[in-house]
Structures are given as structure tokens and as C-alpha cells.
């Protein structure tokens, strides 16, 4: 059998089925309520429509404190999520930004990965957008992927989809039909003093064998504006591009890796 009549992908020409480029910001997003305006005048052109995105808080009595009452519960703006879509009027992209409690970030979510030349592409063209808007300073980026592939076997042959020789698999990964692995490193970049970090996170469930990978690197302090034109930037999320590609082979058998084009 060919390694197509074991596995099926997401689309024709790759295992991904999404891409997330996140920004970590050092402050909160400011004056959310202004965004409505700053859509109808900058955006539309890109974006088909937005969501409101709610935080939550909560606030739990202390046992045996009578004068506290019961918990309540208080629905905040926190931001926004806008969706571009493609020429057959499906999702394309989502772009999201959030006042977390504890962080705040703004992401653009790949839903119709093409190429990397054209994510980065996109990428860059929504941030150009956004850059008048957005005053704050970048504290870290991450570059995150999820690939999947769908077992057309009732017992999926992981000896032909990953690889036995990996640096990372361990032996019983490949004993299970239902696995669930988290590996997480912090590193430096070679020749360089710039750390950063992986979290990698393998399922092979219910027949569903998900891959996803996360690099995230520490940023020297760049306002959000500088983004759109900074080499250094660029460089540290072209690193992390490649940096995906050398886990996927590390952990991908040959024959699927030639299967999503990875290799030749």
C-alpha cells in the first residue's frame, strides 16, 4: 500500500491545518472601544467582519466569611477577532487580540495554509494595518503550527508515519493506538545568546494523529510599528519556520515526509 491509502491529510498539498503567528505584548491593548471606528476606516478592505471577545472574572466567597457574598461574576471587553476570507468566501485567516488577565497578545491564525511565502506575506500585510492602532511593545513571538493526519486503518501503522530513529519519540510511543506526549526545552539558537523554546505536543487518538509545534523566542524590546519593517524580527520567525521543518523531520518517517513535501 502507498502511504496515501493509510493516511488522508487536511488538503491536497500538506499535513497543516493551521499556522499561528502570536505577538506577546507587554502592556494591555488600550482604548478597545475605539476599534468599531478604526475598522470602518482601515480595515474593511481586508477584513470581512469582526467578533467581540469577553474576559471573565471571578470572585469565590472565603469559607467561614459571613459578610462575603457569593461569588460574582463581571464580563469585560477584551477584544477582538477578525476574519479574512479567500476567494470561495471561506475563512482564511483570523486575526485576534486580547487583554488576558495575567497577558495580552495579538495573533494571526493560517486556516488555508498555501505556502510559507504566503502566510508571511499576509502576515506582514496585516500587521502594516494594525501598526497606527496598536502602541506597545513586543515581549516575545511565537510561531506555531499544527499538522494531522487521519488513519484510514483501523490500526494506524505508526511504524510507516513517524520515525523510529527520532531524537524525540520514545519507544512506547509507537505501542499505543491512544498517546498523548508533551515535550518541552529551552534552548539557545546556534551562535547565538538568544534563547528560546519549544513545546511540542503529539496525539494519536481516536484514529487522529495531531502534531503540534510551538517556538517561541524572547524579543529585545521592539514596539509593535517596528514589526512590518525589522530584519531582526523577520529573521527570528523565518528561524522559527525552519525550526518546525527540522522537528518534522526529525519525528516523520521518510515516506510521509516526501508524502507533504518536505523533502523531494
Known amino acids: 500500500m502507498d502511504i496515501d491509502d493509510i493516511i488522508t491529510l487536511p488538503n491536497q498539498n500538506h499535513g497543516i491545518k493551521e499556522c499561528v ?27 470581512k467582519k469582526y467578533d467581540l471577545l469577553n474576559t471573565f472574572s471571578f470572585t469565590f466567597p472565603i469559607q467561614n466569611n459571613k459578610d462575603q457574598g457569593i461569588k460574582r461574576e ?22 485576534q487580540f486580547l487583554n488576558e488577565r495575567n497577558r495580552q497578545f495579538f495573533a494571526i491564525h493560517c486556516i488555508d ?3 510559507w511565502k504566503f502566510f508571511k506575506s499576509t502576515a506582514k500585510q496585516i ?20 499538522d494531522e493526519f487521519r488513519s484510514k486503518e483501523e490500526i494506524t501503522s505508526l511504524d510507516r508515519i513517524f520515525n523510529r ?19 518541552n526545552t529551552q534552548r539557545k539558537k546556534e551562535n547565538s545568546s538568544k534563547e528560546y523554546f ?27 510599528n517596528e514589526i512590518h ?8 520567525i523565518d528561524w522559527a519556520h525552519d525550526n518546525n521543518k527540522i522537528f518534522l523531520k526529525d519525528v516523520l518517517s521518510v515516506e510521509v515526509q516526501k508524502h507533504v513535501g518536505l523533502i523531494k
Open 113 to 115: 495554509y498555501k505556502t
Open 127 to 146: 500587521i502594516k494595518e494594525f501598526e497606527v492602532w496598536i502602541d506597545n511593545e513586543i515581549v516575545a513571538l511565537n510561531l506555531y503550527y499544527i
Open 198 to 224: 519549544d513545546k511540542i505536543e503529539l496525539k494519536n487518538q481516536n484514529k487522529v494523529l495531531s502534531i503540534g509545534h510551538s517556538t517561541v523566542i524572547q524579543s529585545n524590546g521592539h514596539k509593535f
Open 229 to 236: 519593517g525589522s530584519d531582526e524580527i523577520w529573521k527570528d
Open 21 to 47: 503567528l502570536t505577538f506577546f505584548l507587554k502592556f494591555p491593548i488600550v482604548d478597545l472601544d475605539s476599534f468599531p471606528i478604526f475598522f470602518e476606516n482601515s480595515l474593511k478592505s481586508v477584513f
Open 165 to 183: 530513529e527520532s531524537d524525540l519519540l520514545p519507544s512506547g510511543f509507537f505501542k499505543s493506538q491512544n498517546t498523548f506526549l508533551v515535550f
Open 74 to 95: 463581571s464580563d469585560n471587553l477584551g477584544g477582538y477577532k477578525l476574519f479574512k476570507l479567500n476567494d470561495d468566501k471561506n475563512t482564511e485567516i483570523i486575526c
